[in-house]
């Protein structure tokens, strides 16, 4: 419906994986893990994380990889997991400009590469409207066959490459990569020198090639080559210049934004490093996160020259075309953080963003002071050697762009007020840096009484505990005896009850026996008396018998003497 404009559907990718590519002893560098935890931390902190389509990070595959790094240098990160010896690394390591590698390097750079093809692709599809992927180790810096700048693989390179010659499904014709990291895209420049479809554009410090990766890769005049002259534009900032939004934005007016125009590509990559913003301690540079939101904004809005027309006509149709545009899948917009050094400058960047993605933000493009006059002989020479393929770039300047000049009283009263704090705050270092070296000195002082004391400590304890382990074995062999003692008793015991078991035994069967014997006495008794009135009886009758006997005898004898008698009567 117009003027209600849908959703935007923003991607955020973040995986904690990509905080193990550390230096290989914990020593400190710029380049640290809590870089992407910072910028994690203020989404979330703020609340917009959550207003985002939130991925995880995914691992390039080494197909994609090689669409523009030489195999050998895809299997040399992938190697460097597997050789495990810390050494090995770092000798490989100090082959290389500005690189250290440690045990989680192959897998993060894996990650970061994988994870902005995986944005992209999305965004490409058309199922997320943009997408910021919070990635390091960074890419720009990293060639088709060499490590460096503190890049392994060229993370938006390879996303880019992956849309136009793995996916042409998606339709993805043209690309623009914006590099507004501090230093010059090296890497990214010479992997589509020669190739018109991609539009590599890259602002950096210059410093006539002193400042990194110096030389004079990153000058105005490298402008591609055979069918991509034309499609690199460097603009180099000058030796010592601090530029600021003013410039930065004079820039995108006068150079980017307009042959943006006339490129109209399908879909842009944003190689955001925040090493240009106020704070960084490497890039001495001065965009503020509004400076960041502004660039982005002008980016995101000049998807068709059909704005320039609508803006010709009103202000509110331009707001109204604006929003339609957005709706309809137009403004796809791929970030990847490349550097960026100062923690609170890079998460308050990263948020300005954000919230520019996610139409959070207005956006007046208003600023308080010109741009340097140097930024204004940069943009006409930038323009002079472009402008025969960018006809735009041909047009006159507007006078204010001419004549920039105006003391730059806001800017350096800026610098005056940062480099006051800068020094308060080495003062009070100082300061605080004098008490801990009183403190440190009170502390070895201790530290040598307490080593005396120690020492002294370990004597005595030596002494107790050789008396304790003596004391320890006469407790144990009296143990030893006592157990002993409590043997032999238990021995005895049981020999006792053994015994007593026995008796016991032994006294029933003797009792048994006593009775038996008495019942055996008593029956012999018995049978004895009846015996005695037997034998008594018996003797009785056998005197009566024998009395009997005598007088038969004699009745007999009488009888015998009878016939005798008769006889002799006879
Ligand atoms: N003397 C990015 O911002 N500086 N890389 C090395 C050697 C290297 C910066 C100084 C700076 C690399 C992604
Ligand atoms: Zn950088």
Redesign the pocket.
Known sequence: MAGESRKRKVGLLYDERMCKHDTPDGDDHPECPNRIKAIWEMLQRTGLAQRCVVLGGSKAEDKHLQLVHTKEHVNLVKSLSTKKKDSRRNKIASKLDSIYLNGGSSEAAYLAAGSVVEVAEKVAEGELDCGFAIVRP?GHHAEADEAM?FCLFNNVAVAASYLLNQRPDLGVKKILIVDW???HGNGTQKMFWKDPRVLVFSVHRHDGGSFYPTGDDGDYDKVGEGAGEGFNINVPWEQGRRCGDEDYIAVWDHILIPVTKEFNPDLIFLSA?F?AAIGDPR?GCFVTPYGYSVMLKKVCVVFSVLIGLAWFFSPELLQYVISQLMEFAQGKIVMAL???YNLGSVAKSSLACVQVLLEEKQIQDSFEEYPYESTCRVIEAVRKRLCAYWPSLADELPWEAKTPSSPRCIREAKLTILSIRYKKQAESLRASLEVALEEKAALQTKVVELQGEKLRLQDKYAAEAKEAAEQLTQVSSELREAKIDLDFQRELFKKAGEEKKLLEGRVLKLEAELQQEASDKLRLRISRDRYAAEVKEAAEHLAKVRSELRDVQIDLNLHRKLPKKAKKVM
């Open positions: 960074p700048g990291d501090v230093h490093g090493d890039g490349e550097g960026g």
